[in-house]
């Protein structure tokens, strides 16, 4: 849970207002305003914790649950074809979706099988180096 200060600066300088973050082991606590006051994070959030929501799940299926029951369509992010239709970041059509949800993986494992199941499509995003993650 060591990034989670850039996913929320990332999720936020992409125009996003909420971060759902799938912990099991409840490394984060359930109350957001809590997570805010904690330095490492609004560090490396460079203050962007104050203004994006975020809720905690401790499952995979409980945020898809939420998020389908609020409307929302998932896909996934992956530099590898998961079974699922794939397409390169560049070519969908993101807008077919009033409410559309971005699901990915942490950097050790990638996203889940779960979650692919779950989702509607595998998003690639190329990478032209040999690092295969964004962080």
């Not at 082991?25 to 959030?45: A, C, E, N």
């Amino acid at each position: 849970m060591i990034n989670i200060g850039t996913v929320i600066r990332n999720v936020n300088a992409l125009g996003a207002e909420k971060v759902y973050v799938v912990d099991p082991r409840r490394s984060l606590p359930d109350d957001w305003q809590v997570m805010r006051d904690r330095k490492p994070v609004s560090k490396t959030s460079a203050s962007a914790v104050k203004w994006t929501f975020v809720k905690r799940f401790d499952s995979t299926d409980e945020c898809f649950d939420h998020l389908e029951s609020k409307g929302f369509k998932s896909i996934v992010t992956s530099p590898h074809v998961k079974g699922k239709t794939s397409i390169f970041l560049h070519e969908g059509d993101y807008t077919a979706h009033a409410k559309l949800a971005v699901w990915f993986g942490s950097e050790a494992t990638g996203i889940s099988h779960r979650a692919v199941e779950r989702s509607e499509m595998c998003v690639c995003i190329p990478m032209f180096g040999m690092i295969e993650s964004l962080n």
